[in-house]
């Protein structure tokens, strides 16, 4: 016979064996996981909010870091790249709907250890990019020092992106021109992209759209590169619906740039709206739209197509200096009236212009 206690206590040890225990996955989703170190970000895709902390990465090693859909990422500090052979990206953020705040933290690239003037065109193994963002979400307040070539790739799939308040500094490449292709952003088969309210201090393109639609680049500011640019456009790429407004570049080799490969087939640039923009010291275009590259004036390419390439709303005041020239234009295959109503030239050599069948309307250049 049970005795009255004994019988509550059997009760008691069924009820609890017969709760089911919470799953792992239960479990790591309610969890707040730290990255401290290239291992501790090894399995990251059950946490919910992650920090990372200020850590080295070790010559030889990447870090990845996969969060579950809807995840905080915060920085509690720094983290630096050894000196590597490793192959690019050095880190890689696979993502959706997160929300990443720096908290004005760095990325460290100690690009310095591997510039030789030759960026990516030979020399010394540089890796690159130093980030690459794949997924989506909201990307803001951190810094990239002197990434060894590209800084910054973004590649979009399934949902809108916004970086912002982002600083790329690789002014220390000026130093006897030992950066080269250090782009500051790189976009390449992306869509619904907004990037606003960053600073490029760097060798080469401020941004460069190799393909995509529906891109936002605002109220940023480029300083010693290449300027902002649309491509380089190869066979099948394309960028469509693209808005570049209220930016201001200074002392670039170009302002503001469209490039398409002349070898290029079944491409398109469409739909580009030139607002507000600010150029100062362009060096050997205030304004190039090519179909001739990798040169800026050639023989162009007719395989791809431009169209509707404006430039309206709020002036676009464009300063070139020294030998630059104002404006080219080198098209072998551009269509429709271009309004450029809102361009203004201020100085910089006379322009050059072939048009196609394109018509341009308005402006001062």
Known sequence: MFSSASLKLWICTALVLASPAPTPVQMAERATCTVSSVASAGDLSG???????????PSGSTLEITAAT????????????????????????????VNFNGNGYSFIGNGELYWDTQGGNGGVYKPGPLLKFDGYGTFA?????????????IGVRDGQSHFKNIT?????????????????FDLGSVHDVVIQDSKVYNQDD???????????????????????????????GYARNVTISDNTVVNNKYGLRIKVKKSATNADVTDVTYSGNTVTGASKYGVLITQSYDEDFGTPGTGSQLSGIN???????????GDGLKVG???GN????????????????????????????????
Do not use: R
């Open 47 to 57: 946490c919910t909010d992650i920090v990372i902390t200020a850590f080295t990465v």
């Open 168 to 184: 790329v500094d690789n002014s220390d490449g000026d130093k006897d021109k030992l950066g080269h292709n250090t782009d500051g």
């Open 141 to 153: 307040n951190f810094n990239v020092k002197n990434s060894p070539v590209q800084a910054i790739s």
């Open 70 to 97: 809807g995840a905080t990422i915060v920085m509690k500090g720094n983290v630096e790249f050894a000196k590597t052979d490793a192959e690019g990206p050095l880190m890689h953020f696979d993502t959706k709907n």
């Open 311 to 321: 430039f309206s709303g709020t002036m676009n005041t464009i300063a070139a200096t």
């Open 206 to 236: 401020c941004v460069a759209i190799g393909k995509g639609s529906n891109i936002v680049f605002k109220n940023n500011y480029c300083s010693g590169g290449h300027g902002i640019s649309i491509g380089s456009i190869s066979t099948n």
């Open 329 to 331: 234009v080198d098209c």
């Open 334 to 365: 551009c269509t429709g009236t271009w309004d450029w109503s809102a361009l203004t030239v201020t100085s910089g050599k006379t322009s050059q212009l072939v048009l196609d069948n394109a018509k341009i309307t308005g402006g001062s250049y």
